[in-house]
């Protein structure tokens, strides 16, 4: 009995060692909040933003800077594209430097299955940041703020977009993986995050006309009403 509640206290310590360690990010729509605030709904060409924050687990010294990338199903290949990054600041930000540069060539940003991806569509620029004020362990940072737009080929339907992780090196090419890193140079994983698009159908030009006769005739009607009671 005493080996047993030995084993059961020691697999507690350990889960709870490991949940403390864990780095996570946080992808929230702009201005969202609640359940659904991990949702964006659009329809094809449109465009959507999140905030993004980073729990900083306690597995490294502090937190000095962060890689971060974003991927989709290879079936989704150039329908992203990230159009802005704007980095936190102020008090509760990560602080540090940005790693990207929109002066580079843009079809760096467009998640896409070309050059050494092959099971995955990304964009081949780190959105992360670097030169952090070595932020303390077991807190929650403000990060970014990005913004995607989508192709107007883009079918009605449900897509997902992720952060890469370290823990799954098959999936995407060596070097894009989401990591933390201290003053020391030790990284450690971030653990993936996922947002979700719902791309809907643009109205056909028959339900833009049936709507605008159902407005003209509900205005007609209460025109119509405000006459007879001020005769």
Do not use: C
């Amino acid at each position: 009995m005493k080996k047993t509640l030995l084993i059961i206290s020691t697999s507690l310590l350990l889960s709870a060692s490991w949940a403390m360690a864990a780095n996570t990010l946080t992808f929230a729509r702009t201005g969202g909040s609640g359940p659904n605030s991990t949702t964006s709904v659009i329809t094809p060409g449109g465009a959507f933003n999140f905030d993004i924050s980073l729990n900083l687990g306690t597995g490294l010294l502090n937190g000095a800077g962060v890689s971060l990338w974003f991927e989709t199903a290879t079936a989704n290949n150039n329908l992203f594209t990230i159009t802005s990054a704007t980095q936190a600041t102020g008090t509760g930000s990560f602080g540090g430097s940005p790693n990207w540069s929109f002066s580079d060539p843009a079809g760096n940003f467009v998640l896409t299955t070309t050059g050494s991806q092959t099971s995955l569509a990304e964009h081949s620029e780190d959105m992360g940041v670097f030169n952090a004020p070595n932020n303390a362990t077991g807190a929650t940072y403000s990060l970014e703020n990005i913004g995607f737009t989508t192709s107007f080929s883009i079918a009605p339907g449900t897509y997902t977009i992720r952060s890469t992780s370290a823990n799954a090196p098959s999936s995407h090419p060596t070097g894009r993986s989401s990591v933390v890193s201290d003053s020391a140079n030790a990284t450690q994983a971030i653990d993936s995050a996922i947002y979700t698009i719902i791309v809907n159908p643009v109205p056909e030009p028959a339900t833009w006309s049936l709507l605008g006769l159902g407005g003209l005739g509900s205005f007609g009607l209460t025109f119509l009403r405000a006459r007879r009671r001020a005769s």
